[in-house]
Structure formats: structure tokens, C-alpha cells
């Protein structure tokens, strides 16, 4: 095998880390839709967001601060990506005063809040939870960065009983783990189909299979990926890829 041959392939594994990454996101949003009667969500139509709402990790979405209250009951704090992870916070910034924020939350009922401020800080900084019947959203700031955290603060308006759906909504993400494996596996087959060096297009491949089975397994079985998408972060920073 060619060095340069190594190099594309090293490529290739990087790419599949990022997808990796998406491809679990994707598959746990779809497990959680299937119960949506059990499941809060965060709506705000201004920035296109409309998700579902956890209380195990970042990586599956918006999730849930524990320390924090549930609406109505005191301080609400929301952490969501800005990249990866299905970005649900991408458009974060883009919130103006008077903004509304909708929080559906099985039990307590359609809670709106108003966006009222954003305000920037260092990564270290910790959010009191103590500050009133109010709605925080944090992110990641600025874009593909994760030295400053962007907050969004909004006020408590009003509730109202939750609307029961009387069907099972199909969620519009639940195909896109399965497209991104795909798109991986096809990309493979081209490049390995017209790669200049025709005696390391076996290699090409064979990494191709290799890595589209990681994705498949990552679909199945979706694990938190903090310490992967850390570790990419700092080979971003190193190589410039």
C-alpha cells in the first residue's frame, strides 16, 4: 500500500468518526419519538426547532440540566449542540427579544416563555438554578468552537394543557442515520472504483466495508460519544483537517 494510499484511507476514518457520531444521534432521537406521550419537547419557531427533550447526555439532543427545575417549578436549563449531534442549537443566536419558546412537558402542560437576553461567557462559568420561574438555553459559542458558552435567557408567560395527539407523528429525522450510512458506503465504492492507483483500490475497498459495518453497529447500538467528539475537537485543532 501506498503512503498516499494510507493517508486517504486515514481520511476516510475520520469522516466515518464524524458520521459515527450523527448516526447515533439519529438512531436515539428515533427510540425516543417511538414514546412521544413520555417525552417533553422544546419548540421555537423562529430559529425551526422542534425536539425532544432528554435527561441522559448532550449527545442525544437537548438535554435536561438535573440540578435544574422543571418548568413552572423554578429555573429551567437547557443544554443543546451547536455542531453535531443533529445541531439543535445551531440557529441558537439568531433569537430575538420576544421570541417565543415553547416547552411541552408531560404533567405539567405547554409552558411558553419569552426570549429576553443572550448573554456570552467563558466555558467555566456555572449557572446558578436559583433565579426565578425562567427558561436557559446553552450552547457552545461562537460556531464550531467550544471555548465560550452562548445563553439564552427567556421569561415565563404562560401554560396551557398539552394537545394529546390523536396519531403517532413519523419523525422526519428517522431516516437520516440509515442516509448518512449510505452516503458512506457509496463515496467508498466511487473512490475506490476510480482511484488512480489500481492496485490500492482493494484497500480502498475494504476500509470502505470496515467502516460502513461501524456505522451499521453505531445504529444499532448508539453509545454516548463525549470522549470521541473531545478527542476529534483536539485533532481538528492539531491538523487543521
Known sequence: MKFSTALVIVGMLIISLYLLIEVGYYSYSVNVDLNPEDTPY???????????????????GIYFEP????????????????????????????LKPGDKIYVEWPGIGNVTYSMSNSTIVDASYQ????QGNKLFLITCYPLGSDAQRLIIEAGYENITPLNQATEPVQNPQSPMGAMLIGVLFAGGL???????????????????????LLLVFA?????????????LSQLNSFVKF
Open 67 to 94: 440540578k435544574s427545575f422543571k418548568p413552572t417549578k423554578g429555573t429551567t436549563i437547557l443544554f443543546g449542540h451547536r455542531t453535531l449531534h443533529g445541531s439543535p442549537f445551531l440557529k441558537l443566536d439568531q
Open 219 to 231: 445504529y444499532f447500538y448508539p453509545v454516548p460519544t463525549d470522549s470521541l467528539e473531545s478527542t
Open 190 to 212: 466511487i473512490l475506490g472504483r476510480f482511484y488512480p492507483v489500481s492496485e490500492d483500490r482493494i484497500w480502498i475497498f475494504m476500509a470502505t466495508i470496515a467502516l460502513t
Open 127 to 130: 449557572m446558578p438554578v436559583e
Open 42 to 60: 422544546l419548540i421555537i419557531p423562529n430559529i425551526g426547532v422542534n425536539q425532544s427533550i432528554n435527561n441522559q447526555s448532550v449527545d442525544h
